[in-house]
């Protein structure tokens, strides 16, 4: 079980609870854990959510 912040559909950052709660709000204010939603174990932080639910990594960006 995994939690993101998400802002503008960007992962601003991720939690993985401890084995002893799940419960994000064990971990934050009620203000703050309202700002994370549950995610898939394979979501990382700067990674994008797409329309339909998904995640993605952001694009690369070449050195001019």
Known sequence: MKYAR???NFVQ???VPHSTST????YFTEEIANQFVQVDDSVEAGMIKNQDGTFSAPPT???P
């Open 61 to 63: 960006v070449s050195p």
């Open 6 to 8: 998400i802002l503008n």
């Open 23 to 26: 419960d994000i709000k064990d």
């Open 13 to 15: 950052e991720v939690l």
